[in-house]
């Protein structure tokens, strides 16, 4: 059974900078994507970022410019720094691992909290 461990969520006041990242435990089989997501008080879960295990990239408009995300296939692991954060970028923040073959892993999820 795969797990996703996120770690690196806190509170960052509104201009700081804050690193997610997230590691599998076992094998994940690729091609596959790995992403971020998020989900704030009372709305849907959305996505922030995605990336394939050839490297291909895929942002929110919300973030792009600000958000970047990297993996690390060897390790199983993926990233995301985040810039220039706002108060609308506070969310439950969750790692997401979907293959082709039909899997699709989801962290516990970690809280960003940005302050104006």
């Known amino acids: 059974q795969v797990q996703l461990v996120e770690s690196g969520g806190g509170l960052a006041q509104a201009g700081e900078s804050l690193r997610l990242s997230c590691a599998a435990s076992g094998s994940i089989f690729s091609p596959n994507v790995m992403g971020w997501y998020r989900q704030a008080p009372g709305k849907q879960r959305e996505l922030v970022a995605t990336i394939s295990s050839g490297g291909r990239t895929n942002y929110a408009d919300s973030v792009k410019g600000r958000f970047t995300i990297s993996r690390e296939n060897a390790k199983n692991t993926v990233n995301l720094q985040m810039n220039s954060l706002k108060p609308e970028d506070t969310a439950v923040y969750y790692c997401?691992?979907?293959?082709?073959?039909?899997?699709?892993?989801w962290g516990q999820g970690t809280q960003v909290t940005v302050s104006s």
């Open positions: 997401n691992a979907f293959g082709t073959s039909g899997y699709n892993y």
